[in-house]
């Protein structure tokens, strides 16, 4: 077992540090995914019989990519050949106007038959648009749509590229197909060099912003009829109490959450300290105000019972980079009035890309009455 382990290390090893330029290209080239594969099954090879297969016409031979060096003193004698199989390995790149899937190949033995890399269907598929990427072929058309077999010293590592057309940068999941030596039949990758397809929102609604109908004096909490009234709040249809949508702008995260009214009037309060969390790294990120209403004081919408109004708070900015948040209202100081609750608000697991897709919930809607 240990020594199963040594040999994994070291064959990591040199896939890791081979070169994985291919096609010569002297432009930089990102790794995409890359994975170590185990097979046991070539359907015929030539154990140390090179003279068989130099009189072997029936074989289509070809010349690797490439052949690199790696040392046999890793591999042992010969018997580890038949207790771990054959080792494969692959690395998708992004290359200048490509894409291109180096597959590596340790030589079990001098001579290797009935090898296939591809051919009609090889595919690159978006998991997520449904795109379908044909492949270019390789760098030789004898090793493609074919069986074909290789010749180099055992315990050596050949390489093949097989060509796609450029991915999109923003590209997250892709699955490989036509590739059937290095198991991909379907296979699921997650492109590690993906680019955010996150973008700031452009243009931010124009909220009704409440309009102070009754200023009061002598504010106490504990006094109903001290409230300020406020009328002309931002209406919306119907939805689930405390639905949000968010915008994010590099300067301001927009936050709109829904609330129900019961009564014709109905009183409310956002305490200052109100926060949104990354639920990932912890930052907080604190409010700035409350479109037209005041924070930290008990204060009346009035309207009519059955309405959805929607309070719009304003955030300091969110990074793009997160995707999950909670909300997190903190609890009020205690009040006595009917109906009193103080008591903290934490809304957790919210998805980002969700509360950006909530914004249509949001559109202003004229009340209707029908007497």
């Not at 001098?110 to 998991?127: F, N, P, R």
């Not at 109905?266 to 969390?277: A, H, I, N, Q, R």
């Not at 103080?342 to 890309?353: H, T, Y």
């Amino acid at each position: 077992m240990k020594y199963h382990l040594l040999l994994l290390s070291c064959l990591l090893a040199a896939f890791t540090n081979a070169p994985l330029q291919g096609h010569a290209s002297e432009h930089e080239s990102k790794i995409m995914a890359r994975e170590t594969c185990f097979f046991t099954g070539l359907s015929a090879i030539y154990d140390d019989m090179k003279e068989a297969a130099a009189t072997d016409t029936s074989v289509c031979w070809v010349k690797p990519y490439k052949v690199i060096d790696y040392p046999k003193s890793i591999f042992g004698d010969m018997p580890w050949r038949k207790r771990i199989g054959i080792q494969r390995a692959w690395t998708l790149m992004r290359e200048e106007h490509q894409t291109v899937l180096h597959c590596y190949f340790v030589m079990p033995y001098d001579a290797v038959k009935d090898v296939w890399l591809g051919g009609d269907e090889t595919y690159i598929v978006d998991s997520k648009t449904g795109v379908h990427y044909k492949s270019r072929g390789t760098t030789d058309a004898k090793m493609w749509n074919r069986l074909f077999g290789i010749k180099a010293p055992a315990g050596t590592v050949v390489e093949f590229l097989v060509y796609f057309p450029p991915l999109p940068p923003t590209t997250k999941d892709i699955q490989v197909y036509g590739v059937h030596k290095w198991n991909m039949r379907g296979k699921h990758i997650k492109i590690l060099d993906a680019e955010s397809d996150v973008s700031y929102d452009t243009t931010i609604p124009s909220f009704h912003k409440p309009q102070l109908a009754e200023a009061k004096s002598n504010y106490n909490k504990d006094d109903m009829d001290t409230y300020d009234i406020y009328v002309d709040a931002h209406l919306i249809r119907p939805v689930k109490e405390r639905t949000i949508a968010l915008w994010r702008t590099p300067d301001v995260t927009y936050l709109a959450m829904a609330f129900e009214i019961n009564w014709t009037q109905e009183y409310f309060s956002v305490p200052s300290g109100t926060t949104l969390v990354d639920q990932h790294t912890g930052t907080v990120y604190r409010l700035r105000q409350l479109q037209g209403l005041p924070l930290d004081k008990l204060f009346f919408i009035r309207g009519v019972v059955g309405d959805y109004v929607a309070f719009i708070m304003e955030f300091e900015p969110l990074p793009l980079t997160v995707n999950t948040i909670i909300y997190n209202e903190p609890a009020s100081e205690p009040f006595d009035v009917w109906g009193a609750n103080w008591e903290a608000v934490i809304i957790k697991d919210l998805n980002v890309s969700q509360l950006v897709a909530n914004q249509p919930l949001f559109e202003y809607l004229e009340r209707t009455i029908v007497e």
